[in-house]
């Protein structure tokens, strides 16, 4: 498959995707979204892939959240679809993958990048990344699952300071929190994920499917929390507050809210 934003490697039974757009630190816009699901979707039916690594490209960002510049004139119609079709295409994609996938979190994973790698099935991150969900800096909230799924890691009250305070923590502190499995230096992020990977492979395939199930299954007796993300996400459109936000990231400058 020819892909414009991502690249997919092959070694042995182990593929890893890295998201490639580093002079936007690797930002997810509608095409990225698209191409990863596409990717994910292919490698899920290879049988010869048992695998997946997910990283991103440079030694900045894993993926500074979804493109800004993509939706900061979105009607709230619009910002609920963004939030349904990105959760539905890939957070919610990923996270019930019949394959395992990890998070190599190898710099800034904010937003709809910390989102992407709590979906994954486990993350693994380097000493320079640094983790959060800044979106209420910009006039909305967490739309790729995010509020969902942060609690779950880390506990309420972690994630609602994280959310609340739009602030990131560092690699050590996510490991602290059990955000992250794993720190090492940059070097040895992708060794240690592809060490990882090679114990998966040595079990079944099949069973390690069923326990992808099973473990999901445990969380998601209150699917009515997405939705109503959804829903809040969108309304967030509607506001002025998301008009100052992502107008002033996008100007570059501090948002002056009212
Ligand atoms: C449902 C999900 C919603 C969301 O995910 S909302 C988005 C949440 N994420 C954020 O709010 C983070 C936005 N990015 C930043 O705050 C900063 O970046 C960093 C702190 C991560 C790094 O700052 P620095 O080192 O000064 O780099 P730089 O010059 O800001 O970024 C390099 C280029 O990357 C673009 N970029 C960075 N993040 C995004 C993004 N999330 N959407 C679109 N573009 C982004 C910039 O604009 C710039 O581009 P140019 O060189 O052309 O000016």
Redesign the pocket.
Known sequence: MKFDNILVNHQEDIATVTINRP???N??NRDTIQELHDAFKALNKDKNVKVIIVTGSGE??FV????????SDFSEKEGAK??AK?QKLLFDYVENLATPVIAAVNG?A????L?LAMACHFRVASDNA?MG???V??G?I???G?TQRLPQLVGKGRANEMIMTAGMIDAQKALAYGLVNYVVTPEELLPLCNKLAGKITNNSSVAIAYAIKAVNAGFSTDTDGFEKEIKA?GECFGTDDFKEGTTA??E?RKANFE
């Open positions: 002079n936007k630190l930002a997810l900045k960002a500074a959240g979804a493109d800004i510049a993509e939706f963004l939030s990105g800034f904010l937003g709809g990048g989102e640094k969900l800044p979106e800096s910009l909305v967490p739309g790729y995010g996400f990231f996008l570059k």
